[in-house]
Nanobody, 126 residues
Framework: QVQLVESGGGLVQAGGSLRLSCAASGRTFTSYVMGWFRQAPGKEREFVAAISKSGDSTYYADSVKGRFTISRDNAKNTVYLQMNSLKPEDTAVYFC???????????????????WGQGTQVTVSS
């Protein structure tokens, strides 16, 4: 079992930056592949980024590649999502997810993650 708590969301102007954090507690943090997903109003939840257990590998949705950076600090049991050059279409509730068994091949599939945070709202104004 792992508990996930996101923070860092807020209101920002287009072109601005935010850093989201996801603090994990419970089982050994390094056992988990970590992912970020988001859900915009009226849309399905979609993959944003994932990071491997060691932090050596990362994977991004095309829509955020080059603007967002996922990282993890295993000593602090925390995963981050640095979001730069934000656009109004990035407005969504952002969720942190974790799973022990998800393969790297499946890291973009939300159905493969067992543990989820409650989400944090990100709003980008034009």
């Amino acid at each position: 079992q792992v508990q996930l708590v996101e923070s860092g969301g807020g209101l920002v102007q287009a072109g601005g930056s935010l850093r989201l954090s996801c603090a994990a507690s419970g089982r050994t943090f390094t056992s988990y592949v970590m992912g970020w997903f988001r859900q915009a109003p009226g849309k399905e939840r979609e993959f944003v980024a994932a990071i491997s257990k060691s932090g050596d590998s990362t994977y991004y949705a095309d829509s955020v590649k080059g603007r967002f950076t996922i990282s993890r600090d295993n000593a602090k049991n925390t995963v981050y999502l640095q979001m730069n050059s934000l656009k109004p279409e990035d407005t969504a509730v952002y969720f942190c997810a974790a799973d022990v068994w998800v393969s790297w091949y499946d890291a973009s599939l939300q159905s493969k993650y067992d543990y989820w945070g409650q989400g944090t709202q990100v709003t980008v104004s034009s």
